[in-house]
C-alpha cells in the first residue's frame, strides 16, 4: 500500500496550465504505480489549460467547485461546464481544455495512464 497525504502529496508543474497548482496524489514522484497516476489540479479564479490534446486518454473528476470543459475532435468544438462530482472522459487525441470561470477556487482529480496502449 502507498498512502499519500495531501499535506505531503509533491507538486508538479504541468506544461499549458496556467493559475493552477498541480499535485500529484499516486504514482511518478509519488511513488509506485504500474499501469497509472493520479493528480489533483487546483484552479484558482480564471485557471485553465490550453486546448492541447495527448496521445493518452485522460479522466477528470470535479471534487470542488465547476469547470467548463472544451473538447475539439475533427474541428468540431464543444463545451460543457462539469459541476461537483461530475467526470468526463478525454478520448487519445481529443483536444482538452479546462476553464474555472467562477470566482471560486475548483479541484479536479486526474487519472490517467503512463504510456499510450501499444497497436
Known sequence: MNITRLTQAPEYVA??????????LQGREAGPAV???MGLSIYAPGGHTSLD?????????????EVTVVSEVDGLETREILKTFDSCRI???EKRQLINHTQQEARTLLAMPFDPPSA
Do not use: T
Open 15 to 24: 506544461p499549458n496550465h496556467f493559475d493552477m497548482q498541480c499535485l500529484r
Open 53 to 65: 490534446s495527448s496521445p493518452i486518454e485522460k479522466h477528470y473528476f470535479v471534487v470542488q467547485g
Open 91 to 93: 478520448a487519445p487525441g
Open 35 to 37: 499501469q497509472l497516476w
